[in-house]
């Protein structure tokens, strides 16, 4: 796996631009913070990406990876407002999931989750081997 940067850009702050990687696709569908029981965790924003974050890991485990293997993460919110406000206790969580591996990134605000009471959905791409 290569991190591309180009020089070009601004430098990318907690992401990177690109990420090149040859092997095995692992595509995860998109994560809301609930539990095995398909209940969300809490109501609150940063408890339910840690988790989102957190089933996204496990599908990666699962398959044979782990954190380094994602090459791209999805992440759709609710509110922006939330998110930014959130930013230092979401770093925490994310270094604790991901430790210092930052794949391609992009952050969506969206108008609603089909799941009810959900605040954040987390996608991603993983190549393995």
């Known amino acids: 796996m290569e991190i ?20 095995t696709f692992l595509a995860i569908a998109g994560q809301v913070g609930w539990d095995k029981g398909a209940r969300l965790v809490s109501p609150e924003f940063v408890p339910q990406f840690a988790q ?18 994602i090459v791209s993460l999805t992440i759709f919110l609710g509110s922006k407002e939330e998110y930014l406000a959130s930013l230092k206790p979401l770093g925490a969580e994310y270094r604790r999931l991901m430790g210092k ?6 952050a969506v605000e969206v108008k609603g989750f089909v799941e009810a009471g959900a605040k954040v959905e987390i996608q991603a791409l993983a190549v393995l081997g």
């Open 4 to 23: 591309v940067n180009p020089d070009s850009l601004a430098k990318p702050v907690g992401y990177s631009n690109g990420v090149k990687a040859a092997g």
């Open 52 to 69: 989102a974050l957190w089933n996204v890991v496990e599908v990666v485990k699962k398959a044979g990876g782990g954190p380094e293997n």
């Open 101 to 106: 591996h930052f794949p391609a990134m992009t």
